[in-house]
């Protein structure tokens, strides 16, 4: 089966990862990033309780023209 018979929607993001201050207490981060009115995933990485990191995801959508240069110089 092909590729194109597989795949219903492709669309291509340019991915941000922040790494906050995991000394922070959790409800200043969610405060701070609600005034920046964020998007995207807040991941708490935890060891034995305690908060070993603390990552922000934030997909930017590429627009059509972006798209298809940044695919080509990825050669995808």
Do not use: C, Y
């Not at 291509?12 to 995991?22: A, K, Q, R």
């Not at 920046?36 to 922000?56: D, E, I, N, P, W």
Request: aromatic fraction near 4%; proline fraction near 3%; avoid cysteine.
């Amino acid at each position: 089966m092909e590729d194109e018979d597989m795949v219903k929607v492709n669309s291509d993001f340019l991915v941000t990862e922040t790494t906050v201050d995991p000394k922070l207490p959790v409800d200043k981060v969610v405060a701070w990033l609600r005034q920046r009115k964020v998007t995207g995933q807040l991941v708490f990485h935890l060891s034995q309780g305690g908060v070993q990191k603390v990552a922000l995801v934030e997909k930017t959508k590429a627009k059509e023209g972006a798209r298809e240069k940044l695919r080509q110089i990825l050669g995808v």
